[in-house]
């Protein structure tokens, strides 16, 4: 098994650092994970497709750990899990002369994902090509301390805008349709994830952002063996 499938699997959950306990599942010829962020802001699931592993779910309760102990192994990898009553209690990775150990968590400690089976209608669709996406991710770099975006329409344009606010503010402005017919009012989401999203997907030359002004954004990925789905729930603004 190459190790840069698993490592990307890692990175489209993991955003960064920003989400750590997970359960995966493996079987079926596909790795997958369902995740919910601390702050409940942002949700989604990932699927590797072509991943020959089987095994009773796995409680990965800090990625991060795991992550750096897959630094240390080659990149042509063999997986392998201690079972105690049919629970899976350890992973272990072995690579050449090397195998390292990952304790798993029980179950009952990663946080539960809700079921997204009743969306709502999604109102807008936001197509970000390469230069936006990374235009976006150098935005809130530059406004590191800035924790939205925010969809809106001004003047008979749609606009995504970095820092926006009632009140005088240091602020990205990305005008998105110049000739938008609808009239969509402030709604908020979290700057941050999206960036790691499109980070963590930094393989896809373009994507489309969906937003429903029930409050709630969504944007897939397909690349590759990987399906990566992500939701991010409307953010209030307190200024």
């Given amino acids: 098994m190459n190790k840069a499938k698993l490592t990307r699997f890692i990175q489209k959950y993991s955003l960064g650092g920003l989400v750590e306990s997970v359960a995966w599942k493996a079987g079926d010829n596909k790795l ?3 995740f ?7 949700l989604g699931e990932i699927q590797l497709d072509n991943f020959a ?3 009773p779910d796995l409680g990965v309760y800090t990625t991060s750990t795991l992550s750096k102990l897959l630094s240390v192994v080659g990149e042509d990898i063999e997986l392998e899990t201690q079972e105690i009553e049919g629970k899976a209690v350890n992973i272990f990775v072995k690579s050449e002369n090397t195998k390292v150990q990952f304790q798993l968590a ?21 197509n970000f090509d390469g230069a936006f996406i990374d235009k976006f991710i150098k935005g809130k770099n530059a406004l590191s301390d800035v924790d939205t975006f925010t969809v809106l329409t001004e003047d008979g ?16 402005v990305f005008s998105i349709d110049k000739n938008y017919t609808k009239t ?23 994507a489309t952002l969906k937003v429903s002004t029930a409050g709630l954004a969504h944007t897939e990925f397909k ?6 789905k992500y939701y991010l729930v409307e953010v209030q603004l307190t200024a």
């Fill in 223 to 228: 690349i590759d063996d990987f399906t990566s």
């Fill in 157 to 172: 344009e749609l606009k995504i805008i970095l820092g926006y606010s009632n009140v005088n503010s240091n602020r990205i």
């Fill in 184 to 206: 969509i009012k402030p709604i908020s989401f979290s700057a941050k994830y999206l960036k790691e999203i499109l980070t963590a997907n930094k393989e896809a030359t373009s």
């Fill in 53 to 55: 592993f089987t095994s």
């Fill in 106 to 126: 029980d179950l009952a400690v990663i946080p539960n994902v809700p079921d997204l089976k009743k969306l709502p209608d999604f109102d807008v669709d936001i």
């Fill in 32 to 34: 997958v994970t369902r």
């Fill in 36 to 42: 919910i962020s601390d702050d409940k802001t942002v």
